[in-house]
């Protein structure tokens, strides 16, 4: 009896000793992408996302997907209102032309009202398809959770972090000329705004007409102390209500997702945004979000707030003269408001269509895209990026890149971010809400009147809007 039990003693030191060989890296049993991915070599999946210059990189190393695991991916990159338009279409419709859909965390709240969003706990659970190397604890904070999370299911990674940060002619602020004359004014030291009231000072100080002088030049045209956005259909909604009513504690909804319009913090704070119109260009009206980075790579501006992707476009050689010039922060805060931070994000990802017949191969992909190695790989293929794991704020290309003060504005900005609430019809906000707020800022509406019938319109709209 005794012998039985030693000879299943070694058995099991040998078995024991196997597996642990086997679960090495490198050797045949470990697990690895090509392996994972065995079952679904020669399918294809096709992607649909949009085109920025973070997506433009990611395009370019895709062909590593495909080469180390079999898996064709077919990138189709539109712009921002076509992915919105031609994603949302194909996912409601139930066509399934596309596996991966890219969403911003504004539409959610349609998407899963209508319940064509794969969830992913249970390919985030499939020991097959899990990478050892992937952790989930390190997508950042609270980005993923306000994103994916939606009655106890998971519903995609993160891909995607947009943000917005304080942007400025560095130049200028720097100028002694200018520096003597704004403390002479304003009875402090000129420096990058990290509160709106000096935002609002640097644009009334910095505001000029042609023939006055700046920073010791005669100037030829008209300078503007800031420039916002102020298109209706663009991302003007969100930039006020995340930069602006929520930094004054105020909001669109109240805490029962009922419309929240006219509050006196919102009134407050719609009449500070509404004061910062004065120092900018006339056409504000029509600028995007596109438009922003333009006008401050021209140089008629002296601050803005801005998407950071956008500014990464811009603020190069090539496309400005006043690239290496510039200053950066992350949205600033209320001096007045004890409440915390807020700053205008936008987290997105792709999901996985409830349509889609390769959802395993598509998952392997959008794991493969959070990898630590795949994030680095695209900063160093991109020269720049935005961080969606909290371990890439410590790489060596961001740490030491020419960007370093806009990656510090960055982790800023998205610390104090999270995702839209998921609201079934936020685009009917978005539109009623984008041409008040354009009214307000053009002097064609008070404050008050402007966002009293914007109260009463959203009433109509929905009373308990934000799903739960």
Known sequence: MKKVNVGWQKMAIVLSTLVFFFSLPGSAGAWSYKEAARPYAGKTITVLDEITPLQEVMKKIVPEFVKETGINVNIQLLNHFEVIEKGQADMLSGAGAYDGVMLHSAQMGLLLKAGVIRPIDDLMANVK??????????LIQPAWDTLSKFQGKRYGLLNWNYNQVYWARADLIKHPDEKTAFKKRYGYELAPAETMQQMRDIAEFFTRKKGEKLAGETLQNVFYGIVLEGLKFGTLYHDVWNNYLRNWGGGMFDANGKPNINSKENIAAVKFWASLWKFSPPGQAEYSLIDIPTVMGNGIAAQTIAWSDFILGIDNPEKSKFAGKFAYRGIPKNANFKGPRSAETEPSFIVISKSSKNP??????????????????????GGAGVPVLESSWNLPVLKNSKYAELYSAMHISIKSGQAKPKVPKHYQFMDLMGGVLQEIGMGKKTVEDGLGEAQQKALQICDDCVLK
Do not use: G, I
């Open 360 to 381: 395993e191969a598509t998952y392997l992909f959008l794991q493969w895209l959070d990898e630590k190695s795949t994030q680095e790989r695209m900063f160093e293929v």
């Open 129 to 138: 398809l899990k990478s050892p190397t992937f952790d989930t604890k390190d």
